[in-house]
């Protein structure tokens, strides 16, 4: 084990998936992470080569499996366009302390600012079309952690039943970690029952399909950068799952996140809008409302997350009180649509708080 200030140690488990590194140079703190310990490994190989690394360091059951969703993550990003984001090398745990875990990967110079929308939304576009999941469902093979939040990855048949059993699970965990909200609980029931089959059911029935795309999770202002040595996009941090793709331009809603219009415009040159069409605002407005839960849920404290939740809740929910019944019966005198069954059983919306089912 080499130690190094402040007491840092690079462990031995560290050290062995570095096979050709003959020696380190410097191992110094680098970046920040309000979930885990960063730093930059400094090196030379065996050939004279001097080659840098990232490792993230995290604690407990939740660090080990954060960082394990994070290699496993960007191991299938990198599967699909491998020049967008940095090569993941391993994870594991220290040999010296097993309740430390650690995620390696090459390192990267990045830029302070956004890539410019055409080159990063082409490849962002060609991430979406190109990957194929596994068994043909939504979800993802293990547990993906975005901040801190576990999501809940088990693979569905359908989008709808996906979404809506990830935004059941998020929103427990809201109402642990924020308390109870009576506005929220008040909301849930419609959200659940009509909102959710209505903008999400239509994408599948009638005629549509979509396909499950491997989606980053979280491509927000923080997770995506230009690499200083090409000038090319690169994204870093994924909680990736199996998802309907206009999911990641949920993130972008929201102006703290500092996506422009012009980067929905260069995507969708490369992918059109889903089928409805005319549902298109609403659905971003859905997927952005899962993106501003994890905000609420990270950042109890900071109100105006969950206030944004609920007023976005209750637009839709007013907007849509006859839910997917009401679509279909109003395109039947066009088009020969059967009201499908409903996807979920009653329990699959139940919200959990307190011991109390609402």
């Known amino acids: 084990m080499l130690q190094t200030q402040d007491d840092v140690s690079i462990d031995e488990n ?26 930059r490994i400094d090196t030379q190989l065996r050939d004279g080569v001097e080659q840098s690394y990232f490792l993230k360091i995290s604690t407990g059951y939740h660090g080990r499996e954060s960082l394990k969703g ?17 090569n993941p090398i391993g994870w594991g745990t220290y040999k010296s302390q097993p309740d430390t875990h650690f995620y390696l990967a090459e390192f990267r110079t990045l830029g302070e600012e956004l890539p410019e929308p055409p080159e990063f939304c082409r490849r962002l576009a060609e991430l979406h079309k190109n990957g194929t999941a596994p068994n043909g469902q939504f979800g993802f093979h293990v547990v993906t952690y975005n901040g801190d939040l576990p999501q809940d990855n088990t693979f569905k048949d359908t989008w709808e039943e996906f979404f809506a059993n990830g935004f059941k699970h998020m929103l ?17 029931p419609a959200f659940f029952e009509k909102v959710i089959p209505r903008l999400l059911r239509p994408l599948e029935t009638g005629g549509n399909s979509i396909k499950p795309a491997l989606v980053h999770g979280d491509l927000w202002c923080g997770n995506a950068a230009v690499d200083l040595e090409d000038e090319m996009p690169i994204v870093f941090d994924p909680c990736c799952f199996w998802a309907h793709n206009e999911y990641e331009l949920g993130n972008w809603r929201p102006e703290r996140n500092k996506f422009s219009r012009a980067f929905f415009s260069a995507y ?29 849920t990270l950042f109890p404290d900071v109100l105006s997350f969950r206030e944004s939740v609920i007023d976005d809740m209750q637009r839709l929910v007013a907007k849509y009180p006859d839910g997917y019944e009401g679509y279909t019966g109003a395109r039947a005198s066009d088009v020969d649509v059967g009201v499908q069954k409903p996807i979920m059983a009653v329990e699959a919306v139940e919200v959990h708080v307190a011991g109390m089912e609402v």
């Not at 050290?15 to 730093?39: I, M, N, Q």
């Not at 889903?274 to 501003?292: G, K, M, T, V, W």
């Open 14 to 39: 560290v050290l062995e998936k570095l096979p050709h590194v003959d020696r380190v140079l410097d191992f110094s703190v680098h970046g920040a992470s309000a979930w885990a310990s960063t730093f």
């Open 70 to 86: 994070e290699y496993e993550s960007t191991s299938a990003l990198r599967a699909i366009v491998p020049e967008f984001v940095p």
């Open 172 to 188: 427990n965990l809201n109402l642990e970690r924020a308390g109870r909200s009576e506005q929220l609980e008040a909301l849930t």
């Open 268 to 296: 969708h040159s490369h992918i059109p809008k889903a089928s409805p069409e005319e549902d298109y605002d609403d659905r971003n407005a859905l997927y952005a409302l899962r993106f501003n839960l994890h905000a609420a």
